[in-house]
């Protein structure tokens, strides 16, 4: 295990943890659809570099129901934040434009 990774790996893991935090604290005062999917694009995104560092540290295997030759659980955890994401700012662009904004 290089340091180098290690080091990426804890500034990805405190960095998410913020960024998770502070999105369900936010999701708790916001009752709006669109943030509620960049809500959970956030925190699968966090959920993915978990996902990551288990998988680097031998926790996980790798391999485990493959899809086209992709491992499902990192199929899922690639395509889901970015879903997520694409679905709120879809949402908010159709609002927008509709009121006129």
């Known amino acids: ?8 790996f804890i500034i990805k893991l405190c960095l998410g ?12 005062k916001t009752r709006n659809l669109p ?6 694009g956030t925190i699968f995104q966090y959920c993915a570099i978990v996902y990551n ?11 485990f129901f493959p899809v086209f030759g992709i491992p499902i659980f990192t199929l ?3 395509v889901l934040p970015a879903l997520f994401f ?3 700012f879809v949402i908010m662009f ?8």
């Open 17 to 28: 943890a913020f960024a998770s935090f502070f999105a369900i604290l936010l999701w708790a």
């Open 1 to 8: 295990m290089q340091d180098t990774t290690v080091i990426l």
């Open 76 to 78: 899922i955890f690639t």
């Open 94 to 101: 159709v609002r927008s434009d509709r009121y006129g904004r």
């Open 86 to 88: 694409i679905i709120g």
């Open 53 to 63: 560092l288990l998988c680097f540290l031998g926790i996980i295997p790798v391999e």
């Open 35 to 40: 943030w509620a999917f960049i809500f959970l």
